[in-house]
Nanobody, 122 residues
Framework: QVQLVESGGGLVQAGGSLRLSCAASGRTFSSYAMGWFRQAPGKERAFVATISTSGGSTYYADSVKGRFTISRDNAKNTVYLQMNSLKSEDTAVYYC???????????????WGKGTLVTVSS
């Protein structure tokens, strides 16, 4: 198992940018696929982006393609989500996850952080 701690959330105006970070414990970070998911008020948890163990493959929700970038630094046990051109509909609690496989869902994820709130004002 791995413990995950998100940071970098906050309040930003529409059109602005934020960079979220997720720090992982343990010595096997590079063996995990990683992902970002979000839950907006009144909605189900949704896929945002995932990345394979080496960073060679990435997956994005259609709603964030071209605006968000997921990356990882295995030497630092950290995964990032760069969010640009933010919209009010991006407002949500963003969760970091670690798991077996990267894809367009959370099915391969087994460990979750507690989340960080991103609020985008219009």
């Amino acid at each position: 198992q791995v413990q995950l701690v998100e940071s970098g959330g906050g309040l930003v105006q529409a059109g602005g940018s934020l960079r979220l970070s997720c720090a992982a414990s343990g010595r096997t970070f590079s063996s995990y696929a990683m992902g970002w998911f979000r839950q907006a008020p009144g909605k189900e948890r949704a896929f945002v982006a995932t990345i394979s163990t080496s960073g060679g493959s990435t997956y994005y929700a259609d709603s964030v393609k071209g605006r968000f970038t997921i990356s990882r630094d295995n030497a630092k046990n950290t995964v990032y989500l760069q969010m640009n051109s933010l919209k009010s509909e991006d407002t949500a609690v963003y969760y970091c996850a670690a798991g077996i496989v990267a894809g367009r869902s959370s099915y391969g994820m087994h460990s979750w952080g507690k989340g960080t709130l991103v609020t985008v004002s219009s």
